[in-house]
């Protein structure tokens, strides 16, 4: 791991720690993502640097609860639901699991060790853990339309098109979104870039 933490390469990093062995000796796998929770935890400049990439995405949300949504090409009008929402969660979990020493690789799993570790509060981390859940079955029930539907498969949703109370969890969950990663700006001073 390069201790000098080059934030480019910080970004290329990031999903070695969700390493997963799915064939072949899996102790290998174990023992590679034992050592970088170690060395992760250990490099404070590392997660810092993570922390300021996963910030410069932010929760589609505007003022007086309206969503930000995409301005134009194919998918103007809508919300990438994985980009934009579950990435989110994603990327702050990962740092947080990190930043504990953990080699878990779900997002939620990362969430509660760090709730165990007295990182977070266990009551954050429920309601963190429900909104990225939504945003995960939203993009289930869209995909699965699309499917049957024989339309190009993707994460955009229209926020207008939804029903009334999706529309309004989905603006909760968003919210939560923007909570956490102003947890993480808190966490990590001066990593923000616009929260």
Not at 89 to 99: E, K, P, T
Not at 142 to 152: I, K, L, P, V
Not at 170 to 194: I, K, M, V
Request: proline share 3%; aromatic share 8%; glycine share 6%.
């Amino acid at each position: 791991m390069d201790h000098r933490g080059r934030s480019a390469s910080a970004a290329q990093r990031e999903h070695i720690f969700d390493l997963r062995p799915l064939y072949g000796a899996h102790s290998l796998a174990h023992e590679l993502a034992d050592w970088l929770a170690v060395e992760a935890s250990e490099n404070s400049r590392f997660l810092f640097q993570m922390t300021a990439n996963a910030l410069r995405r932010e929760a589609p949300l505007g003022m007086l609860r309206k969503f930000v949504v995409e301005k134009g090409g194919q998918f103007a009008g809508t919300i990438d639901l994985k980009l934009n929402g579950a990435t989110l969660f994603v990327d702050a979990a990962r740092i947080y699991g990190l930043a504990c020493g953990t080699r878990a690789n779900n997002t939620a799993d990362r969430l509660r060790l760090a709730a165990k570790s007295h990182r977070l509060h266990p009551s954050d981390v429920d309601q963190w853990i429900n909104a990225f859940y939504f945003i995960q079955m939203l993009r289930l029930k869209n995909q699965h339309r699309n499917y049957t539907s024989f339309t190009e498969m993707h994460n955009h949703v229209d926020p207008n098109q939804l029903e009334a109370a999706d529309r309004h969890a989905l603006l909760d969950a968003l919210r939560q979104a923007r909570t956490l990663q102003n947890r993480l700006a808190l966490d990590y001073p001066g990593s923000s870039q616009g929260i």
